[in-house]
């Protein structure tokens, strides 16, 4: 199974996943919580520091650095510096235990999840024409089938839509699509895009977090969130665009919107799990179809092993 790692009965409780099976606990992806006096900063099991000295005690390579994109991806991180082990291939993470690898340059160790409990069906696919019209879909239940949740003849239940894709609550919102999966069945986790039909034209410039279309998106996704958790979904993976590379434009606004859209999410009544596409498509035209919008078959299928990974590494399936 993809959750292989059960744990035994002599094992904390379930309410204190994600855990790990290494040897320690120190650089083991996390949500909330970890281990051993850990704490989890910007999704890993670390501490904060101010020297290197501090650090030393977890591992002999260890040093006190800055969080990794704490501005883009942390941006509600309190800590500025934590405990980390630079690597630059697997060898080099080898004394942390058997399970740390070197990933962008950095020691990390996979959670070991708790079985999920969350059944395909109850696993629902929303977003605008990047999923609708990319085969992203396709792309995510090939992944989950690799890791073995998804059976051979299962599927997704898919609502994404071009049509109603807006934040903003309107005619064409996305609270369609989630309406609609609520009255075909409940709804557990939701994987979700959303963001850049509302700020496609140009609403004020230069863009700010003051344009009437980005507030109007952003209260709109903190009602989605609100029908969501009305609505009983347990867990949102809510992944936010890569860099659109032929509309600077579109590009500028979307970067006014991305870290509104994490801040929404991070105080989401629904666990809400932010994942930024930027750094798996680093100017690969090739990713996108002409219009240099939706997705291309190689940029659904990147985007598609980043999420699932993500959601397997990180226990994001309940």
């Not at 998804?150 to 934040?167: A, D, I, K, W």
């Not at 209260?219 to 032929?246: K, N």
Request: net charge negative; with cysteine; charged share 20%.
């Amino acid at each position: 199974m993809l959750f292989a790692g059960i744990l035994s009965l002599s094992c904390e409780d379930d309410a204190a996943r994600p855990q790990t099976g290494s040897e320690t606990h120190f650089l083991t992806r996390c949500d909330q919580s970890c281990g051993e006096g850990f704490d989890c900063v910007c999704g890993v099991c670390t501490k904060a520091c101010s020297e290197t000295a501090s650090c030393e005690k977890y591992s002999a390579a260890a040093e006190c650095g800055p969080v990794p994109d704490r501005v883009t991806l942390c941006p509600g991180s309190l800590v500025a510096m934590m405990c980390d082990v630079a690597c630059s291939d697997h060898a080099d993470c080898a004394s942390l235990g058997t399970e740390h690898h070197c990933e962008d340059g950095a020691c990390r160790s996979p959670a070991i999840c708790l079985e999920p409990e969350t059944r395909p069906e109850e696993l629902v696919v929303m977003g605008d024409s990047l999923v609708e019209l990319s085969g992203m879909v396709g792309a995510l239940e090939e992944q989950a089938r690799l890791g073995g949740w998804l059976g051979p003849s299962e599927t997704l239940r898919n609502y994404s839509s071009s049509l109603n894709s807006f934040l903003a609550q309107n005619q064409f919102a996305n609270v369609n699509q989630l309406n609609a999966a609520l009255a075909a069945g409940p709804v557990k986790v939701v994987i979700l895009n959303g963001g850049a039909t509302d700020v496609l034209q140009a609403g004020c410039e230069p863009p700010s977090e003051s344009c009437a279309q980005i507030q109007d998106a952003v209260t709109g996704a903190e009602a989605l969130f609100a029908r969501m958790a009305e609505g009983g979904v347990e867990s949102l993976v809510y992944w936010f665009y890569p860099d659109f590379l032929q509309d600077a434009g579109l590009r500028a606004r979307i970067d006014v919107l991305r870290p509104l859209i994490q801040q929404a999410c991070a105080n989401s009544p629904v666990r809400c799990h932010f994942l930024d596409l930027r750094p798996s498509f680093p100017g690969r035209a090739d990713y996108f179809a002409a219009d240099g919008i939706v997705l291309s078959a190689e940029g659904a299928a990147v985007a598609a092993e980043r999420v699932w990974t993500a959601i397997e590494q990180q226990c994001w399936l309940p």
